[in-house]
């Protein structure tokens, strides 16, 4: 395997270890967007909060581990980016669920509604790269 993907395979090995433990210390799956709408209305607070702030503290420890920040690239201006949270947050809590968990948790305890999603997900995708592609020739 080139070395190009361990920092992946690590990221997403930390992953699913995360929501296996979650799952089985707390009997919830640990969806993010649940977790946080749930720590946000102010109920139940500490177990999502302790994930999310796991989750917000990874930079962090990537810094203290290896002396660099992770890279990050926008290129789209603050505008698109802050209407695009919110379409992705609306579409979220529409589909009971983000595009990781339905796809890291939900494939995983084989949720038919989840199998579903990910196949609106990827099939969506996968045709808009290709109209992309076709269209830019890029």
Known sequence: ???????????????????????????RIA???????????????WPGAALLLGLVSGPLLWRLMTGVWPEMTIRAPWSVVLISGFLVGFGTRLGNGCTSGHGVIGLARLSPRSIVAVI???????????????????
């Not at 969806?31 to 607070?45: E, K, P, V, W």
């Open 1 to 27: 395997m080139s070395p190009i993907y361990w920092n992946s395979l690590a990221g997403g090995s930390l992953i699913g270890l995360a929501c296996s433990v979650y799952l089985l210390l707390n009997g």
């Open 31 to 45: 969806g993010i967007s649940g977790l946080l709408a749930q720590t946000l209305s102010g109920r139940n607070i």
């Open 120 to 138: 609106c997900f990827l099939g969506t995708g996968m045709a808009t790269a290709t109209i992309v592609h076709l269209l830019t020739g890029t």
